[in-house]
């Protein structure tokens, strides 16, 4: 029996121009995510006065708010059903549905038919959240795994919304009616969509795929093969990957704790992080005499671009997930406590609020590139379950993203901003907490090893390889340790 992983051949390889591509093919469909979930925030007041519709009903608010986070969950649970009997199978289907329902916004002849499109394009966007991340991890080596997860995920996601805001802003200064302004704003989001498609449909399927669930040894030596950097003749012998046999419902149970901790992660993160559009720009640009478009142009290019770039090259992989964030969410609580308290000086220091401000984006930039990422789910999960895996952790985020948007006006409206905002406290500091106890430091190590997967197929465990930096004190528990620990 071999002491190192079936596909040490993919976890060593060096970071190559294949993980490049793989990094634009994934990435312009989370751009796409991005764009598609912000655009109607910024067009929702013209896309009223087109319909005539002079203060929107608590029902068509709710909907219209609530359709593409609800089309998401059914997609990522449609999808990560169909994605155990492929991956490459279905992948741009979820672009296609994005492209097409992105452009069909345009033609909306009443608020009805926008709620409709955008549920299905909410199906497009849930099944992405699926598979993008299941692929980009099952392909990647393990020294670069998070940085490739944070440059395709959290930063093209970031430019996706950049991109919305820049786009209205652009044609509301071309002089372009308001009727015009969001129907070509939602519609554009079909462009980058569609022109993606190809190469979705080009990437091979995953070398982990094909041995665990097809059982097709040969073939997956084929795309271990092809995504190597080493010409033919220099690749070593591979030995073929063993088929995973179990039981899914035995292995669901086995690694339902790590599910649900990582479904519990995201729920909290995305409890906190949308909150921020709804404060941010109603309390500060005003003060500083800026739009809430201009101020969130700002914010983004000035603190979210450069902190996200700086952990995903910097910090995933070197510092670990459960580091970055567990002081991720504790830097947001601090910073949005001193916002809280800055509160009531924002007249005359509206330069305190926004630099504060800026810090809690820095800061919980830490968490939105592990758990806003959906990097737990698909490392938390064996390939044997690993879409359905994530679908549950991406309605677990779904589910925290409409609470935020039901629950945190109320709040606002009942108690006041300040008090919004010290829930939004306590809930980065119980994300921080479950962080620290929850879940195992998953950076620098094969997806094998941290399932247990080749202790099962290959029957013994093997060397981890260092990254750049140490990950965990020699006093910490393995991940074996952890795992056994919560059976």
């Not at 009443?110 to 709620?115: A, E, H, K, R, T």
């Not at 179990?246 to 479904?263: C, D, G, Y």
């Not at 101020?295 to 979210?304: A, D, E, N, V």
Request: charged letters at 10%; a negative charge.
């Amino acid at each position: 029996m071999s002491s190192e992983s079936s596909f040490s051949t993919i976890d060593e390889e060096k970071f190559n121009s294949f993980h490049w591509r793989m990094i634009f093919t994934t990435g312009m469909g989370v751009f796409c995510d991005g764009y598609d979930l912000t655009s109607i925030a910024i067009v929702l007041p013209m896309v009223l006065t087109s319909f005539g519709i002079s203060q929107i009903g608590g029902l068509q608010s709710a909907l219209l708010a609530a359709s593409a986070l609800v089309g998401s969950a059914l997609g990522a649970l449609i999808f990560g059903i169909l994605g155990q009997f492929g991956r490459k199978r279905f992948y741009g289907l979820d672009l296609l549905l994005m492209g097409v329902m992105a452009a069909a916004q345009a033609f909306s002849p009443d608020l009805d038919w926008l709620i409709a499109f955008r549920f299905i394009l909410g199906i497009g966007i849930g099944a992405d959240y699926v598979l993008s991340p299941t692929i980009t991890v099952e392909h990647a080596n393990r020294a670069d795994r998070g940085r490739m997860i944070g440059l395709g995920f959290a930063v093209m996601w970031t430019l996706g919304s950049i991109a919305t805001a820049t786009l209205n802003f652009l044609l509301a200064h071309a002089g372009v009616t308001e009727n015009w302004q969001w129907r070509i704003v939602l519609a554009a989001g079909a462009v980058p969509a569609l022109a993606t498609l190809y190469l979705r449909r080009t990437m091979p399927e995953t070398a982990r795929y094909l041995s665990r669930l097809a059982a097709e040894p040969n073939a997956a030596l084929k795309v271990m093969r092809e995504i190597s950097s080493q010409e033919p003749s220099q690749q070593p012998p591979l030995t073929a990957p063993s088929t995973d046999t179990r039981p899914f419902a035995q292995v669901l149970t086995k690694h339902a704790h790590s599910i649900l901790s990582a479904t519990l992660l995201w729920m909290i993160f995305d409890m906190v992080v949308y909150p921020g559009d709804l404060f941010g720009p109603s309390l500060i640009a005003k003060s500083l005499g800026m739009t809430p478009i201009g101020f969130s142009l700002f914010t983004h290019i000035i603190f979210s671009v450069p902190s996200l770039l700086f952990y995903s090259f910097f910090a995933l992989d070197q510092l670990g997930r459960k580091k970055l964030q567990t002081m991720g969410f504790i830097g947001a609580a601090i910073f949005l406590t001193c916002f809280g308290l800055l509160k009531q000086f924002l007249p005359v220091a509206p330069m305190m609020a926004l630099i504060s401000y800026g810090l809690f984006t820095v800061a919980l930039n830490g968490a939105t590139i592990v758990s806003g990422t959906g990097i737990l789910g698909v490392e938390l999960t064996p390939t044997r379950i690993r879409t359905f895996g994530q679908a549950i952790t991406v309605i677990g985020g779904r589910i925290g993203a409409s609470v935020s948007g039901f629950l945190f006006p109320l709040i606002f409206t009942q108690f006041g901003e300040v008090s919004a905002i010290f829930v939004l406290v306590l809930l980065s500091m119980l994300g921080a907490w479950f962080t620290h106890t929850l879940i195992p430091e998953t950076g620098g190590r094969s997806l094998e090893f941290i399932n247990q997967e080749d202790m099962s197929f290959d029957a013994a465990p093997y060397p981890i390889m260092p990254p750049l930096l140490p990950i965990a004190e020699s006093n910490e528990p393995s991940p074996l340790h952890v795992i056994a620990e919560l059976e």
